[in-house]
């Protein structure tokens, strides 16, 4: 993923740092149930990364995404623009956010890049438009 780069307001971002902080953070997912581990970077507006993972519980509906995580961790920071997400699940296979985590996304970002490691070091990036017209929101 060396040089993954893409534009924002006419400005080239390296999105190769976001892609492995996915990465490299699934790997401290709480997933005891679904054995399914994601990690989720989040990109803020000021070129802050901030990182999650899933939690799990016995109770499924006390679960949280790592998106969700990545995000309120972005917001606790003061952050509350954010610009793009990596999403990091099982290795080359995109796990898109589930419908609850786009509408949290929206919040902060119509415009969202979200991106999907793949294989061959190789990435998919869709927006958050795309996965979620016409959310609710603001």
Do not use: H, W
């Not at 060396?2 to 902080?21: E, F, R, W």
């Not at 581990?37 to 509906?61: H, P």
């Not at 990545?70 to 995109?94: H, L, Q, R, S, Y």
Request: charged share 20%; glycine share 8%.
């Amino acid at each position: 993923m060396k040089g993954v780069v893409s534009m924002y307001n006419n400005k080239k971002i390296n999105y190769s740092i976001l892609l492995k902080s996915a990465t490299r953070v699934r790997e401290r997912s709480y997933s005891p149930y679904s054995k399914l581990k994601i990690g989720a970077a989040v990109l803020t507006k000021t070129g802050k990364v901030f990182t999650g993972t899933n939690v799990e519980n016995a109770s499924y509906g006390l679960t949280i995404c790592a998106e969700r995580v990545a995000v309120f961790n972005a917001v606790t920071a003061g952050e509350k623009e954010i610009i793009a997400v990596a999403i990091a699940g099982p290795k080359g296979k995109p796990v898109p956010p589930c419908g609850a985590c786009r509408q949290v996304l929206s919040e902060f970002g119509c415009d969202v890049s979200i991106l999907f490691p793949a294989k061959n070091g190789k990435y998919i990036e869709k927006k958050l438009s795309e996965l979620l017209p016409d959310s609710f929101g603001k």
